[in-house]
């Protein structure tokens, strides 16, 4: 489907838009391999050896492509501006570069819902709130949210603390932890299959990432006459797509600039929800990251992969709940017009990926299968994430009977296609631990003996998943006494916004520290498999905390959303 509004023509159904947008995703979208299914089966027999299986509880998330698309009113004069000037820079580049076709739909596609969800979110009538009584044991579970303002999120701006060993030693703008995050996933990726991503410059997706400090610094302009230059030279599918994703990630933030400033001048007034669906976000969310992860071809459109994309997101939109909620941001699956029991299954799906990502068979089959446990280590390590800033709350929970310990791994396959069944029976323990791990176990019987019961406890579980741990003892307890067990502790003896404050201002001078040894080839996907399983899934799950919700007036700032 072309867009309707080159030359002036109609105005675009975005309906027609969320349609051919739903089965362009249904062509592409090849099922699991046979080698996953393997891996998967291999993990959870191996898992079941160490007790008894237990049926336990079944909850079924539907395939986010299987209920039929939103519908929405249609772009503004302003959004019709906007796409005309997408539509021309994507017929260029379709035409110079045939071979991105598909990416270049997608985007055009996911611009004009987009623009038909922001309409709709400022003039259509609000629905009412889909109803939040579920008696479901995640459900149960899910927090009261504190009060936040834009003070309290100065954290979340992308001016982020220089890595000690520079991960960009091209540009000084990209010299940061926050986008070393892209760059650790290829290092690891790359250890075995080398695809030559590693140490891409000019071609390099994340210089266009959307962050706005590095938008406002680089030279755009001068940098697409740049690589287009480098295309003509020596074409690369990923170059092509790198400018795709710089106009999607322009497009995206002139509208949400748009009708921010319509609702700061009281143009309009935003409501606190947002009108997207289960469909539509899940296929916004596809384009914001589907390339900005570099991938193989032959592995772009695999269920799998898609899965552990879109579940990255969500870890993402966890964190920015109520941040997003003060600026506005659209695409958070919190804030959407989706049922509450939906958004808490999509949040554990993500929780139940990242303790699938600590199991080695889970990294056998696909390049970017790095992509969940390196998510939640960079964001842990830079104080962006939630598990510091908003996760300690007073009291630890008991860990008896708890829904989200019993939630056992699941690499979520199908979350777009058929869906995907989380099931929660009572997880297993390694009945001891190995050197390493005894030695960090250790550690914290002598530096936090309170904590230590709920810390051992831990290990044996990730040990049930991982199996023997082989890590770097130093690094990896620098980084969990002033993070994971300085937030366990505060959470024991004083917790509150000061103390959150002070735990999550640490851990990005921690991150400035340590962030390179994720790199090691010989220890670093051992600490980041143990890291994310403390930061993602450990008792008290700080993660999890953060999926609560509490409204407040849109405010709007320079904000990276």
Wanted: aromatic share 8%; proline share 5%; net charge negative.
């Amino acid at each position: 489907m072309k867009s309707g509004v080159v030359g002036g023509g109609p105005e675009i159904s975005t309906a027609e838009a969320g349609i051919a947008l739903a089965r362009l995703f249904g062509r592409h979208i090849r099922g699991r391999t046979e080698e996953d299914r393997k891996c998967q089966t291999a993990a959870q027999q191996r898992l079941d050896a160490l007790g008894s299986p237990h049926p336990g509880t079944a909850l079924h998330l539907e395939g986010a492509l299987q209920p039929a698309p939103d519908a929405y009113l249609p772009p503004d004069e302003a959004g019709q501006a906007r796409l005309r000037r997408l539509e021309a820079s994507l017929r260029l580049i379709e035409s110079a570069f045939p071979q991105v076709g598909t990416d270049i739909e997608v985007c055009r596609l996911t611009c004009e819902m987009l623009e038909g969800a922001w309409r709709s979110r400022a003039l259509a009538p609000p629905r009412e709130e889909q109803s939040a009584d579920c008696s479901c044991a995640l459900c149960r579970q899910v927090p009261a949210a504190p009060e936040r303002t834009l003070a309290d999120y100065r954290w979340r701006q992308s001016a982020g603390l220089p890595l000690a060993v520079k991960t960009w030693p091209y540009r000084r703008e990209l010299d940061s932890v926050l986008t070393g995050g892209w760059s650790v996933v290829r290092q690891m990726n790359d250890l075995e299959r080398d695809l030559g991503y590693r140490h891409r410059f000019e071609d390099d997706i994340l210089l266009f990432h959307e962050y706005k400090r590095v938008i406002d610094t680089i030279d755009t302009d001068h940098l697409t006459q740049l690589i287009e230059g480098r295309l003509a030279e020596d074409f690369s599918v990923n170059s092509a797509r790198a400018l795709v994703c710089g106009l999607y990630a322009a497009h995206k933030r002139s509208a949400d600039e748009h009708w921010l400033q319509q609702h700061q001048t009281g143009s309009v007034v935003l409501p606190q929800t947002n009108p997207l669906g289960q469909s539509t976000y899940s296929a916004l969310q596809m384009m914001d990251c589907l390339f900005w992860h570099v991938s193989p071809d032959s592995e772009l459109w695999q269920e799998e992969h898609l899965a552990s994309l879109l579940l990255c997101r969500v870890v993402d939109d966890m964190t920015d709940v109520r941040v997003d909620a003060l600026t506005g941001e659209i695409s958070n699956f919190w804030l959407s017009g989706m049922s509450a029991h939906t958004k808490t299954l999509y949040a554990a799906s993500a929780i139940a990926l990242i303790k699938y990502g600590c199991m080695p068979e889970a990294h056998s089959s696909m390049w970017n299968t790095w992509l969940m446990p390196s998510t939640i280590v960079w964001m842990g390590l830079t104080g962006r994430h939630a598990l510091w800033f908003d996760g300690i709350t007073q009291g630890l929970p008991s860990a008896q009977g708890c829904a989200l310990c019993d939630l056992q791994p699941n690499a979520c396959s199908g979350i777009l296609t058929h869906g995907t069944t989380l099931t929660l029976s009572p997880r297993r323990s390694a009945p001891s631990l190995s050197a390493r791990t005894a030695e960090l176990s250790e550690r914290c019987r002598v530096h936090f003996p309170g904590a230590w019961p709920l810390f051992d406890a831990e290990l044996h579980a990730f040990e049930a998943l991982h199996g023997p741990w082989h890590g770097n003892t130093d690094t990896v307890w620098s980084i969990l006494r002033r993070t994971y067990l300085a937030a366990v502790e505060a959470s024991r003896t004083e917790a509150g916004p000061d103390r959150a404050r002070e735990v999550q201002q640490d851990s990005g001078v921690v991150g400035s520290e340590y962030f390179y040894t994720m790199y090691e080839p010989e220890t670093g996907r051992e600490d980041t498999a143990l890291l994310a399983y403390m930061f993602g899934c450990a008792h008290p799950h700080f993660l999890w905390n953060a999926t609560g919700y509490r409204p407040a007036d849109l405010k709007g700032d320079w904000l990276d959303g």
